[in-house]
């Protein structure tokens, strides 16, 4: 490594350390009681809280929690690896289909390309964050950017666990013939990839509300896969009349009909119930570790500002 390399990746690391100081989170990790805290979550605020202003709402991407992971060419690395992995698999799958011409059946895979895309906009910020530190810039996303992104990875996590259940609890064990790599990858290791993304490496919150994009999308891939099966639309020639096999109608009309009905009614909010949990216990960690720290630094009688009601 070049002199030069040396001291860019020395200011990049240097001014990514300052990024905790300027991150602010105590609006989401203010200690409630449970059953408050949920009520809470289901306001509206919290859809606003996302949002943040100047580089904090990249910082929020690009810095994790975890004082142990909060390293900046960690979190990139991870996520170069992880996009050429996504783009990987959607040129295989593409190219792997039989004839070729059929490649658009590809897009039909909706749930995939929110994945595809939220591990996307993850790079394409860590870029932005990566300049910004090298170069001492403010950019920052535009406002619809920033509500595209989040509502991109609600989708990506409740609707990819949802997927990732049915395939493996009901497609998987009954169909030897689909036993392959990219299947696999499609269904269970980019959607786990993409959680600990966003779990370990941001400081993206999930609150009750998050239920109202995923609900929004539930019912458009119920209308769709409606549609598809009352004009037997043929996406190939063993797709016919369905967007998922796990929801197909013309099969077994009855299951997949108490499936559909699950997916657009209990599934969203049981799923972002159990996010909303996870992600919960992620700030009382972070909030915890905070606190200590704070308690060791500060000699003063001042309570902390994240002991604050």
Known sequence: MTHEALTASTTVQQNFTMLEKDYDERP???????????????????????????????????????????????????????????????????????????????????????????ILNNFILTTILYINLKYHTQRTPWIWYQVYHSITITIALGAGCIVFVLFWTLIFPTSPHIHNVRTILDHGILWSLLFVDIFCFTRFPIYMIDVIPLFFYALFYAILTVIFYATKIKLSRERVGYVYSALNLNKEPTRAAILLTMFTTILPPLVIFLFWNIFRLRRTTDVGSSMSLQSKETTTSVASPLEQP
Request: with cysteine; proline share 2%; hydrophobic share 45%.
């Open 28 to 118: 989401q990790f203010m200690k409630y009681e449970y059953c408050y805290d949920l009520r809470r979550s289901m306001s509206m605020m919290y859809l606003k809280q996302k949002y943040f202003v100047d580089t904090k709402w990249v910082s929020g991407f690009c810095t994790s929690p975890y004082r142990i992971l909060n390293r900046f060419y960690l979190i990139y690395s991870y996520r170069i690896l992880l996009f050429l992995l996504a783009i990987i698999d959607i040129i295989y799958g593409i190219v792997n289909q039989t004839p070729i011409a059929q490649w658009l059946v590809y897009l039909t895979h909706y749930t995939l390309i929110a994945i595809c895309l939220a």
